[in-house]
């Protein structure tokens, strides 16, 4: 693993895939409009990848770049470019997905105890529309892990990744649920059971929790990246063979190691994959889950073979972190998703407050928020809230 020297102030957005021919030439192919989630629209200046940078200046935002001729956009012109903050209330670890020009959103409902879904044509629709509930632990379990549930379009088939025990915290494990249809808000869902892992594996799944897990699609190859924790919780990934199962024994691709990844509690999980003029960013959250929880960032060249844990480069510092002077506590968690003009958007969660009673898992104010994203000079992620963007709705409440 390579490491970046220098602070690194970035933000990321997704693109559309750039070819990865020899010496590049620039021709993006256009994403299948199911890969609109970890693929968004951008004009790639050059296909020859930059340079392994060393030192970052943080430079002035860059305006987000144009969508790319042709590229995919929203079937529907902006609603408005100020998004709701909170978008949502009492759903930390939000995901939102944007499929054929329409967003549905999920996160982990307070009582850990079932997923629903929201759909809408925009972002902010999604803070008025009405969730529906389409799956429920079995009730007879007295325990209630239901985590973090993402859906995916995956191999052809609508999917919901999320970590489910039914016995206790130390059994939660990677598990997934499959659409049996085509209308992920009205057919229903099957529950698949814990993630299997690949023929020689013994370890995927098995030793210790197993969380927060998301996939994505390079090259022709689907990849899953989820958190497990053997002693800390450390980032995994490996090729998919279907929605359902690894293809390949797990790399692991980060644990913690900074100082910022380890306070309270060693972590690394909520993984998010974002596109961009080549590269590959993977977003993940660190240290426990009051104020000090933050975000780190792993990129790669999107030539690379994301099997080799050589070909990454972690970020050595945050980036992004709680703000006091906005009222930004504990942030991480997020997702990417393409906004109503096509914009590059964070959808992630915090609170509002700093201190904390009790289990920061019990507290359930971690709302999920909005985050425009734009680039440094070299194209490179850039993470921040402009306080114009914040708390600028009375709290929806949304069944809580
Ligand atoms: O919010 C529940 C769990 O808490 C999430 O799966 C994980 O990212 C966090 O630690």
């Known amino acids: 693993m390579k490491r970046i020297l220098g602070l690194v102030c970035a933000s990321a957005l997704c693109v559309l895939m750039v ?11 256009l994403p299948d409009t199911h890969d609109a989630q970890t693929v968004l629209t951008d004009t790639v200046g050059s296909s020859v990848l930059p340079e392994k940078k060393t030192v970052f200046e943080s430079a002035a935002p860059q305006a987000a770049a144009p969508a790319a001729e042709g590229a995919e956009t929203s079937s529907s012109p902006s609603v408005n470019d100020d998004y709701i903050s909170p978008l949502v209330t009492l759903r930390a670890d939000p995901y939102l997905y944007k499929h054929e020009g329409r967003y549905y959103f999920t996160g982990s409902y307070p009582e850990y105890d079932r997923i629903e879904l929201t759909t809408a044509d925009s972002v902010n629709g999604i803070a008025a529309a009405v969730p529906k509930e389409i799956w429920h632990m079995d009730a007879s379990f007295g325990q209630k892990y239901v985590w973090a549930p993402e859906l995916h379009y995956v191999m052809g088939q609508w999917v919901i990744y999320f970590a489910y025990s039914q016995t206790g915290l130390w059994d939660i494990r990677c598990c997934a649920l499959r659409c049996t249809g085509d209308d992920p808000m009205h057919d229903e869902w099957e529950y698949m059971g814990v993630m299997k892992k ?36 450390n980032l995994y990934l490996a090729e998919l063979a279907d929605p359902f199962t690894l293809a390949t024994e ?23 994959v974002l596109k961009h003029a080549g590269k590959i960013f993977v977003s993940f959250s660190a240290a426990a889950t009051g104020f000090e929880y933050c975000m780190g960032l792993l990129e790669i060249d999107a030539c690379d073979d994301p099997m080799v844990i050589e070909n990454w480069t972690k970020y050595p510092e945050p980036v992004f972190q709680t703000d006091e002077s906005l009222k930004i506590y504990g942030p991480g968690h997020n997702c990417f998703v393409e906004g109503d003009n096509g914009e590059p958007l964070c959808i992630l969660h915090f609170r509002d407050y700093k201190d904390i009673t009790g289990d920061s898992l019990l507290d359930f104010n971690r709302h999920a928020h909005v985050m425009k994203i734009t680039f440094d000079k070299d194209g490179t992620p850039q993470f921040r809230i402009d306080p114009e963007d914040l708390y600028n709705s009375q709290f929806t409440d949304h069944n809580k």
């Open 198 to 233: 690949a023929v020689g594996d013994s370890f995927s799944f098995s030793s210790g929790m197993s969380l927060d897990m998301t996939v994505f699609e390079n090259n022709g190859k689907w990849y899953a990246i989820w958190a497990q924790k053997p002693s800390a919780s």
């Open 19 to 29: 070819g990865c021919a020899a010496g590049g030439n620039g021709t993006v192919a």
């Open 250 to 272: 797990p790399i692991l691709l980060t644990q913690p190691e900074y100082s910022w990844e380890m306070v309270r509690e060693r972590v690394n999980e909520g993984p998010a």
